[in-house]
T-cell receptor, first 115, second 109 residues
Protein backbone atom coordinates (compact mmCIF):
# COMPACT_ATOMS: atom_id res chain seq x y z
CA UNK A 1 0.00 0.00 0.00
CA UNK A 2 1.58 3.27 -1.14
CA UNK A 3 -1.26 5.51 -0.08
CA UNK A 4 -1.13 8.74 1.85
CA UNK A 5 -4.55 10.02 2.87
CA UNK A 6 -5.50 13.59 3.70
CA UNK A 7 -8.62 15.09 5.20
CA UNK A 8 -10.54 17.18 4.49
CA UNK A 9 -10.37 17.39 0.73
CA UNK A 10 -11.65 20.96 0.74
CA UNK A 11 -11.74 23.53 3.51
CA UNK A 12 -13.10 27.04 3.59
CA UNK A 13 -12.29 29.08 6.68
CA UNK A 14 -12.52 32.63 7.87
CA UNK A 15 -9.52 34.56 9.10
CA UNK A 16 -10.54 34.12 12.74
CA UNK A 17 -11.20 30.37 12.56
CA UNK A 18 -9.10 27.52 13.92
CA UNK A 19 -8.98 24.36 11.85
CA UNK A 20 -6.74 21.35 11.37
CA UNK A 21 -5.56 19.36 8.38
CA UNK A 22 -4.87 15.66 8.84
CA UNK A 23 -2.57 13.24 7.08
CA UNK A 24 -2.08 9.52 7.54
CA UNK A 25 0.22 6.88 6.05
CA UNK A 26 0.68 3.18 6.77
CA UNK A 27 3.84 2.51 4.79
CA UNK A 28 6.09 2.49 7.84
CA UNK A 29 7.75 5.71 6.72
CA UNK A 30 9.48 7.67 9.45
CA UNK A 31 9.68 11.01 7.63
CA UNK A 32 6.62 13.12 6.92
CA UNK A 33 6.30 16.48 5.20
CA UNK A 34 3.94 19.39 4.73
CA UNK A 35 4.06 21.35 1.49
CA UNK A 36 2.14 24.36 0.25
CA UNK A 37 1.37 24.57 -3.46
CA UNK A 38 0.01 27.60 -5.28
CA UNK A 39 -1.57 27.27 -8.70
CA UNK A 40 0.87 26.50 -11.51
CA UNK A 41 3.82 26.37 -9.08
CA UNK A 42 5.88 23.55 -7.60
CA UNK A 43 5.27 22.49 -3.99
CA UNK A 44 7.06 24.59 -1.36
CA UNK A 45 8.38 22.76 1.67
CA UNK A 46 6.95 23.92 4.99
CA UNK A 47 7.86 21.33 7.62
CA UNK A 48 9.68 18.02 7.91
CA UNK A 49 9.25 15.49 10.69
CA UNK A 50 11.81 12.73 11.08
CA UNK A 51 11.12 10.01 13.65
CA UNK A 52 8.24 12.13 14.96
CA UNK A 53 10.52 15.09 15.69
CA UNK A 54 10.40 18.38 13.81
CA UNK A 55 13.63 18.54 11.85
CA UNK A 56 12.97 21.32 9.32
CA UNK A 57 10.81 24.42 9.60
CA UNK A 58 11.19 26.55 6.50
CA UNK A 59 10.51 29.87 8.26
CA UNK A 60 6.78 29.28 8.17
CA UNK A 61 4.59 31.85 9.99
CA UNK A 62 3.42 30.78 13.44
CA UNK A 63 -0.21 30.73 12.30
CA UNK A 64 0.73 27.28 10.92
CA UNK A 65 1.48 24.78 13.68
CA UNK A 66 2.48 21.20 12.81
CA UNK A 67 2.07 18.19 15.03
CA UNK A 68 3.16 14.57 14.66
CA UNK A 69 1.26 12.50 17.26
CA UNK A 70 2.77 9.21 16.10
CA UNK A 71 4.68 7.69 13.21
CA UNK A 72 1.57 7.37 11.02
CA UNK A 73 -0.15 10.70 11.60
CA UNK A 74 0.68 14.30 10.78
CA UNK A 75 -1.50 17.30 11.54
CA UNK A 76 -1.32 20.94 10.53
CA UNK A 77 -3.15 23.32 12.85
CA UNK A 78 -4.32 26.56 11.31
CA UNK A 79 -5.19 29.77 13.13
CA UNK A 80 -5.73 33.37 12.05
CA UNK A 81 -4.84 32.69 8.45
CA UNK A 82 -4.68 35.30 5.73
CA UNK A 83 -6.29 35.15 2.27
CA UNK A 84 -2.83 34.65 0.72
CA UNK A 85 -2.62 31.35 2.60
CA UNK A 86 -5.23 29.92 0.25
CA UNK A 87 -3.52 27.04 -1.57
CA UNK A 88 -3.31 23.27 -1.94
CA UNK A 89 -1.66 21.74 1.13
CA UNK A 90 0.11 18.50 0.42
CA UNK A 91 1.35 15.88 2.84
CA UNK A 92 4.09 13.44 1.88
CA UNK A 93 6.03 10.64 3.49
CA UNK A 94 9.27 8.79 2.83
CA UNK A 95 12.05 6.88 4.47
CA UNK A 96 14.09 9.40 6.46
CA UNK A 97 17.60 10.74 6.00
CA UNK A 98 19.28 13.68 4.40
CA UNK A 99 20.60 12.87 0.99
CA UNK A 100 18.37 9.84 0.93
CA UNK A 101 17.57 8.24 -2.40
CA UNK A 102 14.07 7.49 -1.18
CA UNK A 103 11.14 8.90 -3.08
CA UNK A 104 8.37 10.82 -1.39
CA UNK A 105 4.77 9.67 -1.62
CA UNK A 106 2.18 12.39 -1.72
CA UNK A 107 -1.40 12.59 -0.57
CA UNK A 108 -4.16 14.11 -2.72
CA UNK A 109 -3.99 17.40 -0.82
CA UNK A 110 -6.40 19.69 0.98
CA UNK A 111 -7.65 22.65 -1.04
CA UNK A 112 -7.79 25.51 1.47
CA UNK A 113 -9.64 28.76 0.86
CA UNK A 114 -9.33 31.57 3.40
CA UNK A 115 -12.10 34.16 3.22
CA UNK B 1 23.32 24.70 -3.81
CA UNK B 2 21.29 21.91 -5.36
CA UNK B 3 18.71 22.85 -7.97
CA UNK B 4 16.64 21.60 -10.88
CA UNK B 5 16.00 23.49 -14.11
CA UNK B 6 13.05 22.36 -16.13
CA UNK B 7 11.81 23.18 -19.58
CA UNK B 8 9.29 26.01 -19.66
CA UNK B 9 5.79 25.22 -20.74
CA UNK B 10 3.06 24.98 -21.57
CA UNK B 11 3.50 22.21 -24.11
CA UNK B 12 0.68 21.26 -26.46
CA UNK B 13 0.91 18.11 -28.56
CA UNK B 14 -1.38 16.10 -30.77
CA UNK B 15 -2.25 12.59 -29.72
CA UNK B 16 0.44 10.01 -30.68
CA UNK B 17 3.15 12.69 -30.92
CA UNK B 18 6.60 12.23 -29.35
CA UNK B 19 7.19 13.97 -26.03
CA UNK B 20 10.39 15.33 -24.55
CA UNK B 21 10.50 17.46 -21.41
CA UNK B 22 13.99 18.67 -20.58
CA UNK B 23 15.39 18.63 -17.06
CA UNK B 24 18.90 19.51 -15.94
CA UNK B 25 20.24 19.60 -12.44
CA UNK B 26 22.98 21.01 -10.26
CA UNK B 27 24.01 18.99 -7.24
CA UNK B 28 26.90 18.19 -4.99
CA UNK B 29 27.33 14.50 -4.47
CA UNK B 30 25.21 11.87 -6.19
CA UNK B 31 21.52 12.72 -6.02
CA UNK B 32 18.61 10.52 -6.96
CA UNK B 33 16.38 11.93 -9.69
CA UNK B 34 12.62 11.71 -10.06
CA UNK B 35 9.75 12.64 -12.32
CA UNK B 36 6.40 13.34 -10.70
CA UNK B 37 3.07 13.91 -12.46
CA UNK B 38 0.16 15.98 -11.17
CA UNK B 39 -3.24 15.55 -12.78
CA UNK B 40 -5.76 18.38 -12.38
CA UNK B 41 -7.11 18.62 -8.84
CA UNK B 42 -4.84 15.87 -7.50
CA UNK B 43 -1.60 15.44 -5.56
CA UNK B 44 1.74 14.46 -7.04
CA UNK B 45 2.30 10.89 -8.19
CA UNK B 46 5.72 9.38 -8.63
CA UNK B 47 6.14 8.57 -12.31
CA UNK B 48 9.68 7.19 -12.37
CA UNK B 49 13.05 7.45 -10.68
CA UNK B 50 16.76 6.78 -11.15
CA UNK B 51 19.26 6.52 -8.34
CA UNK B 52 22.63 6.46 -10.11
CA UNK B 53 24.33 7.48 -13.34
CA UNK B 54 23.16 5.66 -16.50
CA UNK B 55 20.09 4.27 -14.73
CA UNK B 56 16.95 4.40 -16.84
CA UNK B 57 13.63 4.87 -15.07
CA UNK B 58 10.48 3.83 -16.90
CA UNK B 59 6.76 3.63 -16.23
CA UNK B 60 3.54 3.81 -18.30
CA UNK B 61 5.53 4.32 -21.50
CA UNK B 62 7.57 7.19 -20.05
CA UNK B 63 11.35 6.94 -19.80
CA UNK B 64 14.21 9.05 -18.44
CA UNK B 65 17.94 8.31 -18.26
CA UNK B 66 20.24 9.70 -15.56
CA UNK B 67 23.07 11.37 -17.53
CA UNK B 68 25.86 12.47 -15.22
CA UNK B 69 28.02 13.84 -18.01
CA UNK B 70 25.32 16.28 -19.12
CA UNK B 71 23.62 16.55 -15.67
CA UNK B 72 20.31 15.78 -17.31
CA UNK B 73 17.22 13.63 -16.76
CA UNK B 74 14.96 14.32 -19.73
CA UNK B 75 11.49 12.76 -19.79
CA UNK B 76 10.38 11.06 -23.02
CA UNK B 77 7.36 9.20 -24.33
CA UNK B 78 7.02 7.82 -27.81
CA UNK B 79 3.29 8.34 -28.27
CA UNK B 80 1.30 10.57 -25.94
CA UNK B 81 -2.38 10.17 -25.17
CA UNK B 82 -5.03 12.67 -24.10
CA UNK B 83 -4.90 11.07 -20.63
CA UNK B 84 -1.25 12.19 -20.29
CA UNK B 85 -2.39 15.82 -20.00
CA UNK B 86 -0.98 16.95 -16.66
CA UNK B 87 1.82 18.92 -15.03
CA UNK B 88 5.18 17.15 -14.85
CA UNK B 89 7.79 17.95 -12.19
CA UNK B 90 11.43 16.93 -12.24
CA UNK B 91 12.96 16.56 -8.76
CA UNK B 92 16.15 15.54 -7.00
CA UNK B 93 17.16 14.61 -3.49
CA UNK B 94 19.99 16.54 -1.94
CA UNK B 95 19.80 17.85 1.60
CA UNK B 96 16.10 17.98 0.86
CA UNK B 97 13.79 17.44 -2.07
CA UNK B 98 14.18 19.99 -4.86
CA UNK B 99 11.49 20.43 -7.49
CA UNK B 100 11.68 22.01 -10.90
CA UNK B 101 9.12 24.63 -11.84
CA UNK B 102 6.85 22.12 -13.58
CA UNK B 103 5.85 21.71 -17.23
CA UNK B 104 2.20 21.72 -18.20
CA UNK B 105 1.36 19.27 -20.98
CA UNK B 106 -1.88 19.31 -22.95
CA UNK B 107 -2.54 16.55 -25.47
CA UNK B 108 -5.26 17.24 -28.02
CA UNK B 109 -7.14 14.53 -29.96
Amino acid sequence: DTEVTQTPKHLVMGMTNKKSLKCEQHMGHRAMYWYKQKAKKPPELMFVYSYEKLSINESVPSRFSPECPNSSLLNLHLHALQPEDSALYLCASSQPGQGSSYEQYFGPGTRLTVT
Amino acid sequence: GDSVTQMEGPVTLSEEAFLTINCTYTATGYPSLFWYVQYPGEGLQLLLKATKADDKGSNKGFEATYRKETTSFHLEKGSVQVSDSAVYFCALTGNQFYFGTGTSLTVIP
